[in-house]
C-alpha cells in the first residue's frame, strides 16, 4: 500500500502541500484543489504543478475534479460531467496521473436509481477507457451511497474494468453502517482501487475525528482485509478536526504504521 494523501485537506498552497508530504513521510497525493479554493482540477496552474511535484518527485495518484456528484436524476448535470471528463481524462495523461475519483451520482433525499447511476458510469467508463485512465467511485456519509454494501452494488452493476471503489470505511460508519460488513461486500463483489483514511466516532449528527486507529473504523482489521484481497493501492489520509496542519503530522504518521503493521504480518 502507499500512503499519500488529499492535499487540500490542509492546504491549497502547493509549495505547503510538497512540504508537508515530504515532512510527514508520505510518497504521493491525491488533488482536488489547487492555488486557492477556487481552483479545482483540471482549472489549475499546470506548468506550476508538474514543476513543483517533479521537483519533489512525488506521483499524482489520482485528481478529484468533483464530477458525478450530484443525483442521478439531474440529466443536464451529469451530461455536463461526461463532456468534462474528457478534459479531466487529458489532464490526467499530462501530469502522469492514471486515476479520476467521481462520486456515486447518488444525490439525497431520493431513492438512489442503481441501475440508472450505472448506466452513466458505465457511459464514463468508455470515455476513461479511450484516454486508458480508470476511474474510482467514492461513498460519501451525506449520499444514498454510503455504504459498502451499496458502492459494491454500484461497481458491479456498472460492470467495466476500468470503475472501480474508491472506499471511505468512515463515511459508512458516520452514516450509521458497519465498515466491516462493507468492506466484505466490496472484497467479495469488486475491485478497490483507493481507500480514503479517517477515523472518528459518533453518527452524522454527533461525529468527533481522530487519529487513523484510535476511532470505531477498525483500521487494523480494514488494512488486514484489503490485503487478503490483494490490494495494494493508495491508502488516502484525509485531514479532518480543528488544526489540520497541526494534526497531519500525528495522523500520518499512524497511517504509515499501520501500513508498516499489516505488510509485517503477511
Known sequence: MLPVWLTDSVTCNLSRAVHYTLLWGLEGVVLRTVGTSDNRVPFVNEQQLRTGLQEAELP???IDPG???GNVGEKAAWLNDLMLLDEAAAFCKRIRCRTILTGALAGTGEEFDVVMAAEVLGQAGVIAERHDISLA?????LSNCASGESLADLIAAVGHPLVSA???PADALEAGFSPAEG???LACRSSVALVFVRDGEGDASSWIDCIPGEGRVGWTSQFQRLSEAGFTGPACLDVRGDAPAKQGLAQAT????????TQSEL
Open 60 to 62: 499524482v495518484v489520482a
Open 67 to 69: 464530477l458525478f456528484e
Open 137 to 141: 467511485v467514492r461513498n460519501e456519509a
Open 166 to 168: 474508491a472506499w471511505s
Open 183 to 185: 468492506l466484505e461486500a
Open 254 to 261: 499512524a497511517l504509515i504504521q499501520l501500513i508498516r503493521t
